[in-house]
């Protein structure tokens, strides 16, 4: 019987932990203590060994409760992982008109790039995201912008080329590199990984590892659209306009996050914080990562 009622409670705790949470536990208990019960009434009425009885009651018990611990930790994650990457603060960055591109953090401000208020080029505002207090550095088709001790951003030329232009932290135009492999889509995303740039082309869906002086090292094909991507923690994490993609230092798939706003067009971690943006509603993002 005991038994029985075991397999039942495991059966009824797939269900319980999939549709009613916390719920699941509490169910178990209950129906681990009617199967002890029901264990030690039939030990009475048979005319079995009592000490193997004991020892087999006693693995069952030690089964039943680490089971339940494994299950109660794998609801926990699933309901960590559920809250990953929820939106905690958003902030408007402009209106409708708006044409957001790329997101970049200083340690102190934000970089933006696209078209803000009928001007396309590279914007800066501090870290309140107060828009009054944003201003323009550059003008230009930009579209994205990254921060490797200067400010690094992609900028589309008349001819439809690109190339990358340097900026040191106070706005200041430095230095032009122009991309060196042929681009055959928009490259819409750069990162730094603290040796080498990385920069996203959509369309065609590759990324492409730079040297510090962009000289190319190699490329890789990835399965889908790269619209932003930023480098923290050891890992490489792009978006399209609906996923977050956590990739390792070898471009192997780490993991899969679905953007919570309407269409994510750049990502940046500020601190420990991953801030998203969305050119849906136009707003910056704090994305929850803990």
């Known amino acids: 019987m005991f038994i029985g009622l075991f397999i039942i409670s495991e059966l009824y705790l797939f269900y ?32 079995w060994d009592r000490r193997a009885n004991y020892i087999l009651f006693c693995l069952f018990l030690a089964a039943a409760v680490l089971s339940q611990k494994v299950q109660r930790d794998q609801w926990a994650e699933a309901q960590k992982r559920q809250d990953f990457f929820k939106i905690i ?35 800066r505002v501090d870290s309140s995201l107060d828009i009054g207090r944003m201003s323009r ?14 400010m ?28 060196p492999m042929k681009v055959g889509g928009s490259p819409n995303a750069i990162a730094f990984d603290g040796h080498n740039f990385w920069i996203g082309v959509d369309e065609v869906d590759e990324i492409h590892e730079l040297s510090p002086e962009f000289r190319e090292i190699r490329s890789y094909p990835l399965p889908h659209r790269i619209l932003g991507g930023t480098y923290h923690g050891g890992y490489l994490w792009l978006t399209d306009a609906y996923t977050i993609y956590k990739y390792d230092q070898h471009l192997a798939l780490v993991d899969v996050f679905p953007f919570k706003g309407v ?10 914080s991953m801030r998203s943006l969305d050119d849906g509603p136009k707003r910056i993002y704090r994305l929850q990562t803990d």
């Open 16 to 47: 319980a932990q999939r549709y009613q949470g916390l719920w699941a536990n509490v169910s178990q208990t209950i129906v681990l203590l009617l199967g002890t019960l029901g264990y030690l009434k039939a030990i009475r009425k048979t005319e």
């Open 89 to 123: 603060e958003s902030k408007n960055i402009g209106d409708r008109h708006c044409n957001l591109r790329g997101l970049g953090w200083d340690g102190s401000n934000f970089w933006l790039t696209g078209q803000i208020a009928g001007e396309a080029g590279i914007f």
């Open 137 to 150: 550095i550059d003008s230009g088709s930009f579209s994205a912008i990254v921060h490797a001790g200067n």
């Open 152 to 179: 690094f951003a992609i900028k589309e030329t008349a001819d439809r080329s690109y190339v990358v232009t340097e900026y040191d932290i106070g706005g200041i135009k430095v230095q032009t590199f122009p991309l």
């Open 263 to 272: 269409t994510c067009r750049g990502i940046v971690f500020a601190g420990e």
